[in-house]
Nanobody, 115 residues
């Protein structure tokens, strides 16, 4: 059974940094399409960043240059390094994994950007 567990969220001041982690079990990150999404209160869930297998990473225009997705195959973990955070980045961040016709979500981790 595939499970995704996010961690690393918290409270940070504008301009600060956080690193989110997504630990996958029951599958292999290397061969999957992975992504980070976020959902702010009252808004739709939106795609933030991702990659397919061992391909290059891709970013939403609103986060390009500030957020970086990476993966550690040995740890079967995907990361989202978030720098220069803005109040509009505040949301619950979700890890997503797609493999074949199946898709899986983590439980989410809250990121709060406030002074």
């Amino acid at each position: 059974q595939v499970q995704l567990v996010e961690s690393g969220g918290g409270l940070v001041q504008p301009g600060g940094s956080l690193r989110l982690s997504c630990l996958a079990s029951g599958t292999i990150v290397r061969f999957a399409t992975m992504g980070w999404y976020r959902q702010a209160p009252g808004k739709e869930r939106e795609w933030v960043a991702g990659f397919t297998g061992e391909s290059s990473s891709y970013y939403a225009p609103s986060v390009r240059g500030r957020l970086t997705i990476s993966r550690d195959y040995a740890k079967n973990t995907v990361y989202l390094q978030m720098n220069a955070l803005k109040p509009e980045d505040m949301a619950v961040y979700y890890c997503n994994l797609k493999y074949g016709t199946s898709a899986y979500w983590g439980q989410g981790t809250q990121v709060t950007v406030s002074s």
